[in-house]
């Protein structure tokens, strides 16, 4: 089993609702990652966070998503208001630390979005 | 613009036989390269990576030969087994962040 918890598995959303994703990192991990991967294709980097902080994401998460790490077990990413371009299966990792380039990342299983 | 190029983009071979997958990039910055596997249902998890100091890393049936000069870089399975079949991602950091490629589909049959 994945140490990295996500939930819910599956989220179905009409268009124009609002989506709320949930990752429990592994314990002991400081750094936090969400991709977002269509068609298991590439996976394409969001927002990561390093100590709960947010230190880079992408445009699109600026303009219509938020995410927030409350503590070191619990970080959630959302969506304010759904479009059909928006369903995806979306993954948190973690790893120990940020910076180093051979950290290894952890990934969830993912939760799989459906927007109708 | 596409930092990694994977392919091909999907791969069937016979149990027993060679899979050959194949990795190019164009940031000569990156000097990581781990590769990860992905199961249907699962997120991707580490399978093996290189250091760019090294032309050859091996684990087992998995090798993954690297030249940088041509910044190419291939994942050599050997005696491929049904349990094998997943897709399976190039993915250098760089600037904290795993830059994926697309991806190759290996499908082992029996």
């Known amino acids: 089993d994945a140490a990295v918890t996500q939930k819910p598995r599956y989220l179905i959303k009409m268009k124009g609702q609002e989506a709320e994703m949930k990752c429990i990192p592994e314990k002991g991990h400081t750094a936090v990652f969400w991709y977002q991967q269509k068609q298991s294709k590439e996976l394409k980097f969001l927002i990561y966070?390093?100590?709960?902080?947010?230190?880079?994401q992408i445009d699109m998460v600026k303009e219509r998503f938020s995410a927030v790490c409350p503590s070191s077990s619990l970080c959630s990413l959302g969506i304010r208001t759904c479009e059909a371009e928006d369903s995806a299966l979306y993954l948190c990792?973690?790893?120990?630390?940020?910076?180093?380039?051979?950290?290894?990342?952890?990934f969830g299983s993912g939760t799989r979005l459906t927007v109708l | 613009q596409q930092q990694v190029r994977q392919s091909p983009q999907s791969l069937t071979v016979w149990e027993g036989e060679t899979a050959i997958l194949n990795c190019s990039y164009e940031?000569?910055?990156?000097?990581?390269f781990p590769w990860y596997q992905q199961f249907p249902g699962e997120g991707p998890a580490l399978l093996i990576a290189?250091?760019?100091?090294?032309d050859k890393k091996e684990d087992g049936r998995f090798t993954i030969f690297f030249n940088k000069r041509e910044k190419k870089l291939s994942l050599h399975i050997t005696d491929s087994q049904p349990g094998d079949s997943a897709t399976y991602f190039c993915a250098p950091p760089r600037s904290a962040k795993l830059i994926f490629g697309e991806g190759t589909k290996l499908t082992v049959s029996s």
């Open positions: 990792s973690s790893s120990q630390r940020l910076g180093a380039s051979a950290e290894t990342l952890y």
């Open positions: 966070f390093q100590n709960q902080q947010p230190l880079d």
């Open positions: 940031n000569s910055a990156f000097d990581y």
């Open positions: 290189i250091r760019s100091v090294s």
